[in-house]
């Protein structure tokens, strides 16, 4: 596909195909260089732990197209970090940060094209992944394994910009209490499809997860972490051993803190006494800030600001941050590299 066939405005969340991938192969201990291919197609051993004991690990981060036409992207350390952190937890071999950035980096530059234009809100997508490969049968790690990056342009992951959108609670549980919530991979998400499908069934745009243990405490907003304003004005998010540490809910609570002047407290959010707050949202790379107009829990759908319309202070942090993103307002930092 070619740059004149792509409708950046409409795009939404789908699979394109872009030129280049980057992959790289761990073997006898070691990482090799890795290379940009063509070839979106994997071959990898029938017995690989990823496709029968969900050995792997993806990330997701974003390119943004300045307005003076340069391409940049929003803390890539973060995502190696993290990364690092699954790896860990999975026992797979981690990508040294230098590494993983680079071939980010590469796998930008080598679609260029692919990076939506300046004001047109579309950003590429980048989606780096880790599995486990090579001929393995029992429980354990494998032998070797695959790192790879591809990419594609995208729009809104929910309704378009800040229009509000709604949320149900359910009963179901994405992670345990000590298992793998707090690192991105894939078994969580096979764990979130069911209860996902049921949210949408029911006319919402996902599913909000309470805390494994208890079901009191808001813990995900379907892939994308929650926050909520109180009516003092401070800014509130879930703090949980089972919640994926969200980069973005992260550089929000300094945005709050160090640009508004607000208040942030990382802490127990109570699924009955949302009526602490005036605004709520989901954040996320890919969700970037959705407003949620309402959650509904017991019977009851609980309306925050407005069903229609994002709050004032939603607002505010929606253009810090997306000012940031796209190289409109000044970075704190290190937040930012350019391609
Ligand atoms: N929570 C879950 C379960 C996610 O999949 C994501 C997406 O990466 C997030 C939260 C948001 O994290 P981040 O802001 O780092 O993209
Ligand atoms: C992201 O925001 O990068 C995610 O991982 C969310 C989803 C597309 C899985």
Redesign the pocket.
């Known amino acids: 596909m070619s740059k004149v066939d792509i409708d950046w405005k409409n795009l939404s969340?789908n699979y394109t195909k872009t030129d280049f991938r980057y992959v790289s192969k761990w073997q006898n201990g070691q990482w090799d260089e890795g290379a940009l291919v063509e070839d979106n197609m994997l071959s990898i051993s029938e017995a690989s732990t990823a496709l029968h004991y969900g050995q792997q690990s993806?990330?997701?981060?974003k390119a943004y197209r300045r307005q003076d036409g340069k391409i940049q992207l929003f803390r890539p350390d973060q995502n190696a970090k993290r990364m690092q952190d699954s790896c860990r937890r999975l026992l797979m071999p981690e990508i040294p940060e230098e590494k993983f950035i680079d071939a980010v980096k590469q796998v930008v530059k080598a679609n260029e094209h692919f990076v939506p234009p300046y004001g047109t809100g579309a950003t590429l997508?980048i989606r780096p992944f880790i599995i486990g490969v090579g001929h393995n049968i029992g429980v354990k790690p494998a032998p070797e394994y695959l790192f790879c990056i591809f990419c594609l342009p995208v729009g809104s992951?929910f309704k378009s910009g800040l229009t509000p959108v709604n949320f149900i609670v359910t009963d179901y549980d994405r992670a345990a209490p000590t298992g793998t919530g707090r690192v991105?991979v894939g078994g969580n998400?096979a764990a979130s499809l069911y209860p996902h499908k049921l949210a949408v069934e029911k006319g919402f745009a996902d599913c909000i997860y309470l805390d494994p243990l208890t079901h009191t405490k808001i813990e995900e907003v379907g892939?994308?972490n929650f926050f909520g304003i109180t009516k003092d004005n401070k800014f509130v998010t879930p703090n949980s051993p089972s919640i994926l540490p969200s980069i973005t809910k992260y550089s929000l609570m300094h945005l709050a803190k160090e640009y508004l002047g607000m208040e942030v407290e990382e802490r127990d959010v109570l699924v009955d006494n949302l009526d602490e707050f005036k605004e709520a949202g989901a954040c996320?790379?890919?969700?970037v800030i959705t407003p949620i107009g309402g959650i509904h829990y017991k019977d009851n759908l609980h309306v925050f600001y407005s069903e229609k319309e994002v709050g004032p202070v939603t607002k505010k942090l929606y253009n810090t941050l997306y000012g940031i993103q796209f190289g409109d307002v000044e970075a704190p930092e290190g937040w930012i590299v350019e391609v």
């Open positions: 969340y993806f990330e997701g981060l997508y992951y991105k998400y892939a994308a996320g790379t890919a969700a």
